[in-house]
């Protein structure tokens, strides 16, 4: 789905208002959140990247990236499960399994969505809406 060119650049960049990286999938919320923010898309700038495989510490990836040790297929199931029963209304992101330096990555795709703005349905609380501002995930108010 990606060239090699585009993956590498988009796992050394500084995190920004069009990219998010995860070391992994233990903080789910925080990832259903960035998708959330993403497919608001604020700025009307396409959207964003989360990647998933790639530790980032003050905004800078830690490379070479470790990558996922875990089903990527199971993962991939995952999210979509989360997708469709967290957001509303309905969204996917775009998923790719990609390979950066011998270890294997998620990139999730979020474009802006055509029926924005969009909710997270939360467990804790009522239902929240999330944008994009600059490296930043934040709950719109």
């Given amino acids: 789905m990606f060239d090699a060119e585009t993956i590498a650049r988009l796992a050394r960049d500084l995190e920004s208002q069009q990219v998010e990286r995860k070391q992994s999938l233990s903080d789910k919320s925080k990832i259903e959140q960035a998708i959330c923010a993403f497919a608001n898309d604020l700025w009307n700038l396409n959207g964003g990247y989360i990647i998933i495989g790639v530790e980032e510490r003050d905004g800078r990836p830690v490379l070479p990236p470790r990558g996922l040790a875990e089903d990527l297929d199971r993962i991939q199931r995952n999210i979509f499960e989360r997708c469709r029963h967290s957001l509303l209304p309905a969204y ?50």
Wanted: charged residues 20%; aromatic residues 8%.
């Fill in 92 to 141: 996917l992101p775009l998923i790719a399994h990609e390979d950066s330096d011998g270890h294997p990555l998620l990139v999730l795709w979020c474009p802006g969505g055509d029926n924005r703005p969009y909710q997270l349905s939360e467990k804790k609380g009522s239902p929240c809406y999330y944008v994009r501002q600059g490296a930043v995930t934040s709950e719109a108010k």
